[in-house]
């Protein structure tokens, strides 16, 4: 009988990973939770044990995900501490509610809510009328968001500055990376980077066009029949979560960045 042997990490080899992410010194994280640098040194090789508290009191001051911590805790052999509700269970009733509200709320523009692997979970009535001409697999769920903006057949080919998006969403993609070091995070970046940076030339385009409003930061800029519509976002989490689920979900706001993108997103709108 052939035997698979599985290597599951210890705490200390959690702590120790998560503290060089951060980019701390034992010094540095022993003083950030009032410990002995001694002490946290014999927790990262194993010769202490942490205790319940300790494993997130060190968490917290390592700024770990939720998800993680529950990882943490199950490694120092303790029970998980934060639930993972489903967006439908009664518990989390209010915040869906709020979900909703902030998204009506917003209507005529766009906004959305995703996961922590950019998949849609809801959207308002302003978001599917920018999605003409999409391939109809792309917006099969699970949708994922950075997917349907940067691929060859999804809005990459009507997004005007395509280079300029594609660097922040990247940016953003390896950001998060850095701070939860999520496996699927890793593949989607990977994924991301081998589509074009730049859209295909075609004949007879128009030469880019002067941007008609003060750009504070990076812009959308989406070519639609009711002419290019320019955007800047925002990003909502809730505060101070202590469920894996809530801690995880973002609402993406888009905001016209011009008279004439408002104006053309009332229209779109109404039809």
């Known amino acids: ?43 990262e090789t194993g010769r202490a044990q942490p205790s319940r508290e300790m494993v997130l009191r060190l968490a917290e001051r390592l700024d770990v995900p939720l998800r993680e911590r529950n990882t943490l805790l199950v490694a120092a052999g303790f029970a998980p501490v934060f639930p993972q509700r489903t967006l439908d269970d009664p518990a989390l009733q209010a915040a869906r509610q709020a979900v909703e ?23 308002n009535k302003a978001v599917p009328p920018l999605l003409a001409g999409v391939e109809a697999s792309l917006l099969k769920p699970p949708v994922n968001v950075l997917r349907l903006s940067l691929h060859p057949q999804g809005l990459a080919p009507r997004i005007a500055n ?6 922040h969403l990247l940016t953003r993609l390896q950001q998060q990376i850095d701070v939860t070091a999520d496996a699927t995070l890793v593949a989607l970046l990977k994924e991301l980077r081998g589509y074009p940076a730049a859209r295909p030339t075609r004949a007879g385009a ?66």
């Open 1 to 43: 009988m052939l035997l698979c042997m599985i290597s599951v990490a210890s705490i200390g080899e959690h702590l120790r990973e998560w503290r060089q992410r951060r980019r701390l010194s034992q010094l540095d994280l022993a003083s950030e939770a009032e410990i002995s640098t001694r002490h946290l040194s014999f927790l």
């Open 101 to 123: 509200l902030v998204l009506t709320g917003h209507e005529p523009y766009p906004a959305l809510a995703i996961d922590r692997h950019w998949t849609l979970v809801a959207s």
């Open 162 to 167: 395509l280079s300029e998006w594609r660097i």
């Open 206 to 271: 128009p030469p880019p066009r002067a941007r008609d409003y003060v750009s504070i930061v990076v812009p959308f800029e989406l070519e639609t029949d009711a002419g290019t519509l320019a955007f800047f976002s925002t990003t909502t989490v809730f505060g101070t979560p202590v469920d894996v689920t809530l801690s995880e979900l973002a609402l993406e706001s888009f905001f016209p960045a011009n008279a004439a993108t408002a104006e053309a997103l009332r229209g779109l709108l109404v039809l």
